[in-house]
């Protein structure tokens, strides 16, 4: 992607529609409460169904497309957020990659520069977004068996919806970052898609029949009125006598239209409940942890102070890129193998195949050779991935050094040397990457080992949103109380 691409790019975005700066800054309560808006917006359209598909033919495929694709892009099969936020991730991504890269020649800490990153990022989304939208709509994949009979018209319109809900969240995503609310849509949105589905698996009072129902699927040597909720089913089991056992490990057998072949889904039990509580409590507490590098300033002699680096230092961004390579690789295979793909199609169901998560401690048992191969390959991509996003993130021991020397800070004992301070850190830095990095990519194995509401991915990235929402409220306060920090700090 050549400066002259970028620029066409940036000035078509810059002519696009756009949600404008609020003239004052926005009181926490106002901020709280459009952030609230945004968010019943976005859970309005993932309920709304699209207009041209049958409800029951969306339901079904959603056993044939990846649970945790619909947890990274907080999307929801055949409704206005099909995509979800996948469009704006992948675009964001490809950009952050080229920067990183220097094979797009933007320095970021420019206000000139970083406004045709947000403009030209714009337009690539939504050539993402009618990529996608197309690829799905013209597979048909809501039920391949009607591709070669539903009219092109439908399809278009179809398309169009998609391609409308993907602008209708890529401006509620600005309209969160340009002051009005709090964080950003993107964080929020994936927040509600894991909350809900944890908050559903806890406390669902509905019968098994209703969910047989609604996905096309056929139960066999289950009760299907016993409730999907853990603690619903737990009073339930107790009521109608039922072993302890049957409350530790719940699982159900169950057949699709579209394979007779049975097949078994982890119900939640007593193991995946447990699970979720102890990952979220473990996720507390690493959030807060952090390495520090003493650090004097060039400015006061004799001032000593620490320079915190987070524990975790990639944060859930290795586990989450190898979730999208995942979702893509899938998404890319369900496509190849609607419009007659076979050779490729089958190549990376095998692949694939050792890349799915398990289905709770039961395949652990019956299959522990391929368990152990997803752990292998998870945990060695999020490595890989932790490692490159250091590289073009500015994390990296080289970028930091610059920062501490632009900053007037030095380490005791170091001379203010920018290869120096950069062995320095990378004795810090790169260790601490690959660390953090096998300790996510574990807590998400070990998570969807165990069958964690919600998976172990999608807990890692809600953990990680809920505590930087925490710091932000945490921090409009504290302004709030004290109105001077705002003056030293330009924020009036």
Not at 173 to 180: A, L, P, R
Not at 379 to 402: N, R, T
Not at 445 to 454: K, V
Request: proline share 5%; net charge positive.
């Amino acid at each position: 992607m050549g400066l002259g691409i970028l620029d066409i790019m940036a000035k078509i975005g810059g002519r696009l529609p756009t949600v404008m700066k609020p003239k004052q800054t926005q009181s926490l309560g106002k901020r709280l409460m459009w952030t609230g808006i945004v968010l019943v917006v976005y859970l309005v359209m993932a309920h709304t169904p699209l207009y041209g598909v049958q409800p029951g033919a969306a339901s079904t495929s959603i056993l044939a497309r990846l649970y945790i694709m619909q947890i990274i892009f907080a999307s929801n099969v055949g409704t206005l957020m099909e995509l979800g936020i996948g469009p704006i991730v992948t675009a964001g991504l490809i950009m952050q990659i080229l920067v990183g890269a220097k094979l797009l020649k933007l320095d970021l800490s420019n206000i000139e520069d970083r406004k045709k990153f947000t403009e030209a990022q714009k337009v690539l989304a939504l050539l993402v977004g009618l990529l996608e939208a197309s690829l799905l709509t013209l597979s048909w994949h809501w039920n391949p068996a009607m591709r070669l009979v539903v009219p092109w018209y439908v399809k278009l319109i179809v398309i169009l919806q998609l391609l409308a809900s993907v602008y209708i969240v890529m401006l509620l995503d600005e309209m969160i970052q340009k002051g009005w609310g709090l964080g950003s849509g993107v964080s929020l949105f994936i927040l509600a898609g894991v909350t809900s589905r944890v908050f559903w698996w806890i406390f669902s009072p509905l019968p098994l029949a209703s969910m047989s129902k609604e996905l096309g699927l056929t139960f066999t040597g289950i009760n299907l009125s016993a409730p999907l909720g853990f603690i619903p089913y737990v009073v339930w089991s107790i009521m109608n006598g039922y072993s302890f056992d049957q409350i530790v490990l719940r699982y159900a057998r169950y057949t699709t239209p579209q394979s007779a072949a049975p097949q078994y889904m982890q119900l939640p039990d007593l193991v995946g409940f447990t699970a979720t509580i102890g990952l979220i409590i473990l996720l507390i507490y690493l959030e807060g942890m952090k390495v520090e590098i003493p650090v004097t300033s060039q400015r006061m002699r004799g001032i000593r102070t620490r320079v915190p680096l987070k524990f975790l230092y990639v944060t859930n961004i290795p586990i989450l890129l190898v979730g999208i390579l995942y979702s893509d690789l899938q998404l890319f295979l369900y496509i190849t193998a609607s419009v007659g793909g076979s050779g490729i199609a089958q190549a990376l169901d095998i692949v694939l195949r050792y890349m799915r998560s398990p289905l709770g401690p039961l395949e652990l048992v019956v299959d522990p050779l391929r368990v152990l191969i997803y752990s292998v390959i998870w945990g060695g991509l999020a490595i890989l991935f932790g490692l490159l996003w250091v590289e073009i993130a500015g994390l990296s021991p080289a970028q930091q050094a610059e920062n501490l020397i632009k900053s007037g800070l030095e380490i005791p004992g170091v001379r203010r040397n920018p290869r120096i301070l950069e062995r320095m850190l990378a004795k810090y830095i790169y260790p601490l990457t690959i660390l953090s990095s096998l300790i996510v990519a574990s807590i998400a194995i070990i998570a969807n080992i165990l069958g964690a509401y919600g998976s172990g991915t999608g807990l890692l990235l809600a953990v990680g949103i809920i505590y930087q929402y925490y710091m932000m409220i945490a921090y409009e306060r504290t302004l709030e109380a004290y109105p001077m920090l705002k003056k030293l700090l330009g924020e009036e």
